[in-house]
């Protein structure tokens, strides 16, 4: 014990400034405490209270906890305090350290079977490996800690994740996954009330409409993030808001603002001793400086930063720093000079797996080797450019199907869970019904009584709320019946005009080209009516595949949408794409051609209303839940007086969506486009829920 209180006063008192706040009486007093389990646990407590005035001594709390841990045998403290450590080194900007004591922590935590250090050392492992570039182990870490989360149903870790998540796929440049990702996380902060995380993630999808160009549309989810950020100065996002603020002035070339922004970045850093967000605000200062044509201020700015970033090994910040000097040199007609940046980004984006790096240095090297004349470097670099982009999309596929298997094994426990209740339950009412039976034979008048009252009553309810849940179900089954006919009506009628009318068609062109005759005014009528029939066959042919397209109801809705965004993507001035994330597997017919109907309707909007020039589709299949996102960048609309006028256009997509049992959500404003998020229960083994 007075080994441990030497080594403990030599540590702190050798730190600047200690002795001169009020927690140094406090620490005395635990270090001359037995050393025993709740000693270790006060010095972890301790080592959280100095960590807004001091991480070097949090982290001397935690070396000690550590060292009395190992002397008595208590594990569970030992993973606690290589975690602290872990963390309060992430907060040091070493990341090296980090995840070093993470790894500990998790190796310790794993051996006990602890699952709540086992989770939250995976979500930092996820966190500090993403800062780090080293993306590949990335995704398994949150996705570990994500099993966890949803076994012992903490929201509070699920909302971190799937924010964690977000920020992945944002980094390697799958947006629309970001998203959705983003908004699971949103919608839990919401329904706790958790308005200071509900900040933070709104900046970060205020980030994804910035990446997708979407600059109105992130500038209104900035803006509420800054009021929110305002509110919580301590948390350290309010420089992060203001700094996504000036990237969006700065694309725009509204380069006053933009200046403001980062001004206002650097003073908060520096007056926090922030010194990683000091260098990543000269990063930007260096963008800014170069589009203005400020090259020397511009060189200084990315050099300093890269110095800094080199020094302590963080990956990220030394490609965005040789990046901005590679474009700079490019600028400069320094050609060879931006290569060897170029080529060194190259090689650091690979040795950490840094995906969306690689698509853009791939991106730059082709333009620079063709506008250079040297068409067969050019055409390797864009060979590359097009392996990387088909890399992501492969590498969130595979991550698709691992979080499939974690929602399986959920679903397993469930029900191990489940049956466990059940025999307990039974057990419970054999003991109930045993001890009924004793107190019915001592009080057996008095229970009568209670029970034929009881019963009445009882029948009575049960009457009047089957008589509601009738009504209720009646109503149901009309309306399910309603779509449903309309649907096997539009099916009827299809292939009635398929079959008898395109007979008719058909029939009629062969009689007419049959008809031999050499006089030039018939002939000249015989090639018109042709003609015409040839048209009526097409329009025919148009009208029955809108009504119940083939591809539907022969190959599934996956491919009868692929079909329909092909059809647009051929149409003159409209850019279509479709995104499935997820098995491909058939669902119910019904619910197949709802869906179907559901994404008709949201194409002619954006073709009849809002003059779109690029529609966006992306289906992510979950073994709960199909979830769509559909977004285009027409003139949008105002979602509160469209909602008020209920058009039918809307209408008819909120009912389809009720019917399934679904959610939507509705993201425009006038001048922005629109972005429709959709959620569907799913049954893994029966398709659709049943509406």
């Not at 080592?47 to 208590?74: M, N």
């Not at 799937?162 to 329904?191: C, P, R």
């Not at 199907?401 to 869970?417: A, M, R």
Request: aromatic residues 10%; hydrophobic residues 40%; charged residues 25%.
């Amino acid at each position: 014990m007075w080994a441990t209180i030497f080594l403990a006063g030599a540590l702190l008192f050798s730190i600047p400034g200690f002795g001169q706040d009020n927690n140094s009486e406090l620490f005395q007093q635990i270090t001359g405490m037995e050393d025993n389990i709740e000693k270790v646990d006060e010095l972890i407590n301790l080592s959280v209270i100095y960590r807004k005035t001091s991480l070097d001594t949090s982290i001397i709390c935690c070396d000690l906890a550590i060292k009395i841990s190992q002397s008595i045998e208590y594990t569970k403290g030992e993973a606690e305090a290589n975690y602290k450590k872990s963390f309060f080194y992430s907060k040091k900007d070493q990341y090296i350290s980090a995840i070093e004591y993470a790894k500990i922590a998790l190796e310790k935590a794993s051996s006990l079977k602890d699952s709540t250090i086992i989770a939250k050392a995976n979500y930092l492992l996820g966190n500090l490996t993403r800062i780090q570039s080293d993306n590949k182990p990335s995704y398994k870490f949150y996705l570990e800690a994500l099993k966890i989360y949803y076994h012992i149903k903490d929201t509070h870790g699920l909302k971190a994740v799937y924010n964690g998540l977000g920020n992945y796929f944002s980094k390697i440049g799958i947006y629309n996954s970001a998203a959705i990702y983003y908004d699971k996380s949103l919608q839990l902060a919401e329904a706790k009330g958790d308005t200071e995380n509900q900040g933070k993630i709104l900046s970060n999808l205020g980030s994804i409409y910035f990446k997708l160009k979407k600059y109105s549309l992130s500038k209104k989810y900035l803006e509420i993030s800054l009021e929110i950020a305002k509110m919580y100065p301590e948390n350290g996002e309010l420089a992060n808001v203001l700094s996504r603020l000036g990237n969006i002035e700065l694309n725009i070339e509204n380069f006053a603002n933009a200046r403001s922004y980062y001004s206002q970045v650097d003073s908060i850093c520096r007056a926090n001793d922030d010194i990683r967000n000091i260098h990543n605000c000269n990063i930007n200062f260096g963008n800014l400086y170069m589009k203005q044509g400020e090259y020397q201020k511009s060189l200084e700015k990315f050099e300093g930063a890269l110095a800094y970033f080199r020094e302590q090994d963080i990956a990220e910040g030394v490609i965005a720093a040789w990046q901005g000097i590679a474009e700079l040199n490019n600028l400069m007609a320094d050609i060879q000079t931006s290569i060897i940046y170029y080529d060194s980004c190259l090689q650091l984006a690979k040795k950490t797996n840094d995906l969306a790096r690689l698509e853009q240095i791939y991106s730059s090297l082709y333009l620079i080797y063709q506008n250079g004349g040297r068409s067969t470097e050019a055409l390797n670099y864009y060979i590359e450019y097009n392996s990387v982009k088909d890399s992501i999309y492969n590498l969130n596929a595979l991550i698709v199907n691992y979080e499939l298997d974690l929602l399986y094994e959920k679903e397993k426990k469930d029900l191990q869970i489940a049956s466990l209740k059940i025999d307990q339950q039974k057990k419970t009412r054999q003991r109930n019904a045993f001890l009924g039976i004793g107190l019915s034979l001592i009080f057996i008048a008095t229970l009568l009584l209670f029970f034929f009252r009881y019963r009445a009553r009882k029948n009575q309810v049960i009457s009047e709320q089957r008589i509601l849940q009738l009504q209720e179900e009646k109503k149901l089954m009309a309306a399910r019946f309603l779509v449903e006919g309309q649907e096997n009506e539009r099916k009827r009628i299809a292939s009635a005009i398929h079959d008898s009318l395109g007979v008719l068609l058909s029939t009629s062109k062969m009689h007419i080209t049959a008809i031999k005759d050499d006089n030039a005014e018939n002939r000249v009528l015989i090639d018109k009516a042709t003609k015409f029939l040839d048209e009526a066959n097409t329009e025919m042919r148009k009208i029955s595949h809108n009504m119940m397209p083939g591809a539907l109801s022969k190959l599934g809705l996956c491919e009868a949408l692929e079909d329909l965004f092909e059809t647009l993507d051929e149409t003159e001035g409209i850019d279509a794409r479709m995104e499935v994330l997820g098995p491909k597997e058939r669902l119910p017919e019904n619910q197949e051609i709802m869906i179907y109907r559901v994404v008709q309707e949201m194409v002619n909007n954006s073709l009849k209303h809002s003059r779109a020039e690029r529609i966006d589709l992306t289906l992510v299949i979950h073994p709960d839940e199909l979830d769509l996102s559909y977004s285009d960048n027409g003139k949008g609309f105002d979602v509160e007086e469209v909602m008020a006028k209920k058009t039918m256009g809307i209408q008819s997509i909120r009912s389809r969506v009720k019917f399934l049992d679904g959610i939507i959500k509705i993201d425009s404003a006038p001048g922005k486009g629109v972005v429709y998020r959709i959620s569907v229960p799913v049954d893994t083994k029966r398709g659709l829920t049943s509406i």
